[in-house]
C-alpha cells in the first residue's frame, strides 16, 4: 500500500472494525464505514483495491505492525529466547483484545475455500516477525523447522484466547507458557539429534573420501 493512502486505510479500517462485529467481514460493512466517515462508499474501493481480501490482509498487517512497534519498547535481548516468543505472542493477542469478535470472524472467513490460502501466508508472515524481533537469524532448515512450530503453537493459542473468559485471559498465558516449552524441548531434542547425526556420517564420508563405497559397507559390518 502506498504512504499515500495508508492514513486513508487506517481510518477505515477502524470504522469497518467497529461494525464488523454486528455486520461481518462483508464489503458492504466497509462501504457503509466509509459513509460513516463522511465519505462516499467508492473510496473504499480507493483505499482497497483489492476488495475484502485487502481489507483483511491490511488488517492483519496493521496488527502485525503494531506488534512489533510495542515489543520495540520492551528490552527484549534480556530475556531468555522462549521468553521473547512468549511476551510476542501475548503482546499480538494482548493488542487484538478490543477486536476479538473481529478477530473471530476473520479467522472464520479465512477457513473458508475462497480465502484457505490467504490464512497460512498471514500466519507465516506472523510468526516470521516474531522469530526475527527474538533475534532469530537462521538462514538453514532450522527456519522453516522454527516458523513451523510457532505458527501451531501461535494458531493453538489464538484459539484459546478466542473463547478465554477468565479474568485478564491468565488461562491462555499458562497455555501459552506449556505450549512454548514444549516447542522449546522439541529443538532442544531435535538439535541434539541432528548433532548425532552428523558426528555418525564423518566416519562414512572418511570412508568413502578413501576407499570409496565398498569401504562405506564395510564399516557398516
Do not use: C
Not at 51 to 74: H, K, P, Q, W, Y
Amino acid at each position: 500500500m502506498s504512504p499515500e493512502l495508508a492514513p486513508l486505510a487506517r481510518s477505515l479500517l477502524a470504522a469497518t472494525l467497529a461494525r464488523v462485529p454486528f455486520d461481518g467481514w462483508t464489503w458492504s460493512t466497509v462501504e457503509t464505514a466509509a459513509g460513516d466517515l463522511g465519505k462516499a462508499p467508492e473510496t473504499a474501493g480507493r483505499a482497497f483495491p483489492g476488495g475484502l481480501r485487502g481489507v483483511l490482509s491490511f488488517f492483519l498487517a496493521e496488527a502485525d505492525r503494531r506488534m512489533l512497534e510495542a515489543l520495540a519498547e520492551i528490552d527484549l535481548e534480556a530475556m531468555p529466547v522462549r521468553q521473547r516468543i512468549a511476551t510476542a505472542v501475548r503482546v499480538r493477542l494482548e493488542q487484538a483484545t478490543p477486536h476479538r469478535e473481529a478477530v473471530r470472524r476473520a479467522l472464520a472467513l479465512q477457513m473458508t475455500p475462497a480465502y484457505a490460502l490467504a490464512l497460512p501466508a498471514n500466519v507465516a508472515h506472523t510468526v516470521d516477525a516474531m522469530w526475527r524481533v527474538a533475534g532469530d537469524s537462521a538462514t538453514d532448515f532450522n527456519y522453516y523447522t522454527k516458523r513451523a512450530l510457532l505458527a501451531v503453537v501461535y494458531g493453538a493459542a489464538l484459539l484459546h484466547w478466542l473463547d478465554d473468559d477468565t479474568p485478564n485471559q491468565a488461562a491462555t498465558w499458562a497455555f501459552l507458557h506449556r505450549r512454548i516449552s514444549d516447542v522449546m524441548r522439541i529443538q532442544k531434542t531435535r538439535n541434539q539429534l541432528d548433532s548425532v547425526i552428523a558426528k555418525a556420517t564423518v566416519p562414512i564420508a572418511a570412508a568413502l573420501a578413501r576407499h570409496g563405497p565398498r569401504a562405506v559397507r564395510d564399516w557398516q559390518t
